[in-house]
C-alpha cells in the first residue's frame, strides 16, 4: 500500500470520528488559536507562533514520580495556520528540559479532525526525530479517547515502532481512567476534552458510572503523612517541626544515595509507593532497605512536597517567584532570601532543611549528575503552583530558577533566620 493509500484511509477514518461526533451532537470543529493566558508569554519567545496556542503544557509529575506532559489535540489551529515542523521543533524544546528524567505523555485525542491534523508523512519523520535520547525515558504513552483513527495510525506505524516502546502505550477510554496513573487534579484538562468525556459516558449508560470529578475528601488518619497540612503533622507530631516522612527519606538518601547517578531523575513503582504511603499514614515503620532501590525515597519524598495541600513555598509567593527573571543577576539571591524569610516558620523550616539536603546532593554532582540546576527542574513544581489550575509553560523558567538558586545558595539564603526547634539533615 502506497504513502498515498495510507493518507486517504487515515483521512476515511477521519471523516467516520467526525460522522460519531455528530450523533452525539458536538461538533469537533477546529478551534480558534487560544490567546496565551500567562503575561510572561513575550512575543520575543522563540516559538511564540506555536506556544500561544497552549497545545503543550507540562504539569507535575505522575504516581511513579515522572514529570507530565500533556499534548491537546483540540487546540491545535488549522494546518494552514501552524507549521508543524516549528511545532515539532518546539515539542523537543520543551522535551529537552527533561528527557534527561523518567517521563510520561498524555495525550488527549479529542479534537484532532480533517482540518488541523497533520499528514502522515510528518508523523513518520516525527517519529524519526525522535530519537533515542527522547524514547529512552519516555516511560508511559496515555492516548486518552482512542478512536480509530488511532488504530489505522497504530497499524500504518507498527513496522516502525519496536515492541519495548509499543508496550509504552496505554488507551484511556474515559478520563478517569487516568486516575489510577497520575495525580488528576494537577492536569490542566480542555473544557471541550471534559464536555466530550461526559457524552461519551452518557453514551454508555449501561456501563459503571464513571466520574472524572474528584472525589470529597476523607478526614484524615491520626497520623496521616500525605496530603495533609504540616500543621496537621506537627500537632500529631509533638511539635516536631520536620515531618517524619521528609526526615527519613532524606536521612536514607543523605546515608545510601548521595552519589548516585542521576538520584531523582528516575521511577519507580506505583504498588510499592502508594505501599509505603499507606505505612506512613498508618504509623507504621518504613524500612526502605526492604525495598533495594534509592530512587523510592527520591519518589516518596517528591510526592511528599506535590501532595501538600499549599505547596512549601506558599500560594502567596507565585507572583513574586514568577518576577524573578526580570530581576537582575547579581540581585537575585538577594531577591529570594527576601521571599524566603517572608514565609510561614512552619514552611520555611522544612525548606530549610529540604535545601540543605539538596545542597549536599549538589556538592556531590561530579559523581550523581545532579547539579543545582537540574535539581531546580526535578523540584520547582513540587515547591510552588498556583491555588487553581497549572503553571503555563513559560512559567517553568522562572519557577525552576528560583528553585536552583536556592539549593546552589543554600548558605547565603538561609543563614540569618533561624526557628525554634529546627533541625537539618
Known amino acids: 500500500m502506497s504513502a498515498f493509500d495510507f493518507e486517504q484511509l487515515a483521512e476515511i477514518e477521519l471523516q467516520k470520528d467526525e460522522e460519531e461526533l455528530e450523533v452525539l451532537g458536538e461538533e469537533n470543529c477546529t478551534l480558534a488559536p487560544v490567546a496565551h493566558k500567562c503575561a510572561d508569554l513575550s512575543i520575543n519567545h522563540p516559538y511564540y507562533d506555536v506556544a500561544r496556542h497552549d497545545i503543550i503544557q507540562v504539569a507535575g509529575d505522575d504516581n511513579s514520580g515522572r514529570m507530565v506532559i500533556t499534548f491537546s489535540c483540540c ?50 519523520s516525527a517519529y524519526k526525530e525522535f530519537d533515542r535520547k527522547y524514547k529512552k525515558n519516555l516511560k508511559a504513552l496515555y492516548v486518552v479517547h482512542p478512536t480509530n483513527f488511532i ?53 454508555h449508560k449501561g456501563l459503571p458510572p464513571r466520574s472524572s470529578k474528584i472525589p470529597p475528601p476523607r478526614p484524615p488518619l491520626p497520623m496521616q503523612q500525605f496530603g495533609v497540612s504540616l500543621q496537621y503533622m506537627k500537632d500529631r507530631n509533638k511539635g516536631e517541626l520536620i515531618p517524619t516522612v521528609v526526615k527519613q527519606s532524606v536521612s536514607y538518601m543523605k546515608l545510601k544515595g548521595l552519589r548516585t547517578e542521576g538520584l531523582f531523575r528516575r521511577s519507580a513503582s506505583v504498588q510499592t509507593i ?19 532501590d534509592i530512587h523510592v525515597p ?68 561530579l559523581s ?31 519557577v525552576n530558577m528560583f528553585a536552583e538558586l536556592l539549593i546552589e545558595f543554600y548558605e547565603n539564603i538561609f543563614s540569618s533566620r533561624s526557628v525554634a526547634g529546627e533541625t537539618l539533615p
Not at 307 to 331: G, H, K, M, N, Q
Not at 368 to 388: D, H, Q, R, Y
Open 75 to 124: 487546540r491545535l489551529p488549522p494546518s494552514f495556520q501552524l507549521d508543524h515542523f516549528r511545532l515539532l521543533e518546539y515539542l523537543k524544546y520543551t522535551l529537552d528540559r527533561y528527557v534527561e528524567n523518567d517521563y510520561t505523555i498524555v495525550y488527549f485525542h479529542y479534537g484532532l479532525n480533517s482540518r488541523n491534523k497533520p499528514s502522515l508523512s510528518w508523523l513518520q
Open 368 to 398: 550523581n549528575k545532579m547539579t543545582s540546576f537540574n535539581l531546580g527542574c526535578v523540584f520547582g513544581l513540587n515547591l510552588i503552583w498556583p491555588a487553581e489550575g497549572i503553571l503555563w509553560l513559560g512559567a517553568l523558567v522562572p
Open 274 to 292: 502508594k505501599e509505603i504511603q499507606r505505612l506512613y499514614n498508618l504509623g507504621k515503620p518504613v524500612n526502605f532497605d526492604l525495598y533495594g
Open 151 to 203: 488504530k489505522v495510525l497504530w497499524n500504518i506505524f507498527k513496522p516502525l515502532i519496536s515492541h519495548k516502546f509499543g508496550k509504552k502505550v496505554s488507551y484511556m477510554n474515559y478520563l478517569s481512567d487516568l486516575r489510577d496513573h497520575l495525580k488528576y487534579d494537577q492536569l490542566n484538562i480542555p473544557e471541550e476534552v471534559k464536555r466530550h468525556d461526559e457524552k461519551l459516558q452518557s453514551k
Open 298 to 365: 527520591a519518589v516518596i519524598l517528591k510526592t511528599f512536597l506535590r501532595e501538600l495541600p499549599e505547596p512549601l513555598l506558599a500560594f502567596d509567593s507565585l507572583e513574586a517567584i514568577l518576577r524573578i527573571t526580570s530581576v537582575e543577576s547579581v540581585l537575585r539571591v538577594a531577591y529570594c532570601k527576601e521571599i524566603v524569610h517572608k514565609l510561614p516558620e512552619h514552611n520555611y523550616a522544612v525548606l530549610k532543611y529540604l535545601m540543605c539536603f539538596l545542597n549536599l546532593v549538589h556538592q556531590e554532582s
